[in-house]
């Protein structure tokens, strides 16, 4: 073995005994030096416990070997960065000794690392190489109150990785703190999936920095502006996303770390998929995303077992239990009492959880938690979980992260459940259900003029449920407001304040309807009742006739057997003058200059098909008006022809 050992990112100057990692020297005490050389120089093999007792304490010398040994041990692998559960250079081997498992070659000479001067006056910038390491600054991720977050790549491997600069001394200690949080979960958790992991540290000598994993992604933020905003992201994809998020947490939680500042900015989304090229950064936006925890430079350590044993190996106990007051973290997410000035606990951290929960849900991450928010919720067992979330009691509020996380996987099986007994209560007659909305129905015809017969069917029904006096039906503005959108129905029915929501379909082939209706119960989305109808055209009124009949039977059993009466009225016995007045009332609804113009043509068309049509004459002289008003007609004509048909 040469007089210069490397391996990894250190080197071993055996002859003068010091380590140095990346040019800088790393302060590691004679004992554990020895230790180290010793496993060095025999890379691969089993070093006994007996011959680094005879190499590092000489026979005539007594000392407490076992505690000793594994106190050098301990203060080598803090130094290295090392742990015994997942170790990456000292491997132990129980009852039998030590081996070490990184790769070891020798090194020409020492590098040249900048004097002093220069690397208190090293800035990180664009291109430029971390001194002493084979890595190149290649963009910059971002800056907080401790400096700059970079991204840098291995010259040789490629690889990406994150560093975090601080070149204020005086700024180190946020470095060092998130650095003993890291470690602390380490040695109690281990890595974790849904963690971002440390990989390295340099807080000896400027430049500071803390080496993490890169996760080849974006923070959840910039990740959901990148699939087109939060709403294309499937429901279920963004709650899965919390609950990981909250498995990271609860690692930290079981540690005795508190975050303190949960935030989109700091669960950053990764996507699972077959490696690219050699070299390339991922792409984040395919395959399946996954969420891992970071940032956590100002929490804290609320628990002082969980510094037990680990200040064995160097590390202090200044971070231990806190009582501070200060006020630390971002305000939107902060729970209640933490602004009010009290500590922060598992529980506020969970606070801070269901506000980005809320925000996903409510698809606007600038949405703050306010006294009602519930109304932005139609999900009644996402209510539920954002209720515990928020309790003013923090006591109140779920256990631990990973009941949180339990809860967010159990969202369906939980609303299937609620549905279930919902349904159960509602075909027993138990349950009254005094609103409905009706909306557009769609047109599945080959031919996409038919979509008047969606529009006025719809309608009809709309005008004759209406009728029902015990049933709050919104009017057609309200609910054709919203035609062609693609939102939840529980977030149309909570829009329009309504129990229920029924919606439809219409296929037409020559003279033969396909008509098919749903009723969804807005509290969970499932369906209370639905059925399909396949008739002639010219049984049009009797089929709306009949679904109005079913839903009020369906709606309020009692009620609909003392209401014999039909309750669709036709308004013309003629089929023909029927389909022209749907659509003159189709182009009505437009309200241009063409659309109005088509739909007068139409109603006197409707009227000349059956004279006693009086919708017919209705609507000629209501589009005469309009055409009057917005100057498409002369007024003394409009005026006439508004006479004619009132007549």
Not at 463 to 474: D, F
């Amino acid at each position: 073995m040469g007089k210069i050992v490397r391996f990894d990112c250190f080197d071993v100057d055996v002859v003068a005994g010091q380590l140095f990692k990346r040019g800088v020297r790393v302060r590691l005490r004679e004992k554990s030096f020895q230790a180290l050389v010793s496993l060095v120089e025999h890379a691969g093999q089993v070093v006994t416990r007996d011959d680094l007792q005879r190499r590092l304490w000489p026979d005539d010398v007594f000392v407490d070997f076992e505690n000793n040994l594994n106190t050098a041990i301990g203060r080598l692998r803090e130094a290295l960065g090392d742990s015994a559960a997942h170790p990456r250079f000292i491997e132990t081997l129980p009852k039998h000794g030590y081996r070490f498992i990184s790769t070891v070659s020798d090194a020409p000479s020492m590098p040249h690392p900048l004097g002093a001067r220069g690397l208190r006056r090293w800035r990180p910038a664009l291109g430029l190489e971390v001194p002493g390491t084979p890595w190149v600054l290649e963009e910059k991720l971002g800056q907080g109150g401790f400096g700059e977050v970079w991204l840098g790549r291995h010259r040789r491997l490629k690889e990406p990785r994150v560093f975090k600069f601080c070149v204020r001394e005086d700024r180190v200690r946020a470095l060092k703190r998130e650095m003993t949080l890291f470690r602390v979960w380490r040695a109690r958790v281990g890595d974790h999936p849904h963690l971002v992991q440390l990989l390295g540290v340099n807080l000896d000598q400027p430049p500071f920095y803390l080496e993490e994993e890169y996760v080849s992604g974006r923070d959840l933020r910039t990740w959901c502006a990148a699939q087109g905003g939060i709403g294309p992201v499937p429901v279920g994809v963004r709650l899965e996303l919390m609950a990981q998020a909250a498995e990271g947490l609860a690692a930290a939680h079981e540690a005795g770390i508190v975050h303190r500042d949960i935030k989109p900015g700091n669960i950053l989304i990764s996507c699972l998929k077959s490696s690219g090229r050699e070299g390339e950064t991922p792409n984040a936006d395919r395959g399946s995303p996954t969420a891992k925890l970071t940032d956590f430079g100002i929490g804290h350590v609320v628990s002082a077992e969980a510094l037990a044993g680990i200040t064995a190996t160097g590390l202090t106990t200044a971070l231990g239990a806190s009582t501070s007051s200060a006020l630390v973290g971002t305000h939107a997410y902060l729970a209640p009492e933490v602004l009010m000035g009290r500590a922060a606990t598992v529980q506020s951290d969970l606070y801070s959880m269901g506000v980005v929960l809320y925000q996903l849900l409510v698809e606007d991450f600038s949405q703050p938690v306010t006294t009602d928010w519930a109304r932005a919720i139609p999900d009644a067992v996402e209510q539920e979980d954002l209720q515990r979330c928020f309790a003013g009691r923090p006591e109140e509020r779920f256990g631990s992260a990973r009941e949180l996380a339990e809860h967010l996987r159990s969202v369906s099986a939980r609303r299937e459940a609620r549905a279930g007994v919902a349904r159960a209560a509602f075909e027993g007659g138990a349950v009254k259900i005094a609103s409905l909305a009706v909306l557009p129905f769609v047109n599945l015809s080959a031919d996409p003029d038919n979509e008047f017969l969606g529009d006025g069917i719809a309608d009809d029904l709309l005008t004759a449920l209406s009728r029902v006096p015990e049933l709050r039906v919104p009017g057609r503005t309200s609910c054709f407001a919203f035609k062609g959108r693609t939102d939840d129905l529980r977030k149309i029915g909570h829009a329009l304040g309504v129990d229920t929501v029924l919606e439809g379909s219409v296929r037409r082939d020559s003279d033969r309807l396909r008509i098919t209706v749903q009723l969804i119960n807005v509290a969970d989305g499932f369906h209370l009742w639905s059925e399909r109808y396949d008739r002639e055209m010219a049984d049009v009124f009797a089929v709306q006739d009949e679904i109005a009949q079913a839903i009020t039977t369906a709606l309020m059993p009692k009620l609909a057997a003392k209401r014999p009466a039909p309750l669709v009225r036709p308004y013309t016995g003629s089929v023909d003058a029927y389909e022209l007045c749907l659509r003159a009332r189709y182009h009505h609804q437009r309200r241009t200059s063409e659309g109005l113009g088509m739909a007068l043509r139409l109603f006197e068309q409707a009227a000349a098909r059956d004279p006693n049509c009086a919708l017919a004459y209705a609507g000629v002289a209501h589009v005469c008006l309009l055409l009057c008003y917005f100057g498409g007609l002369p007024t003394r004509e409009g005026m006439s022809r508004m006479k004619a048909a009132a007549l």
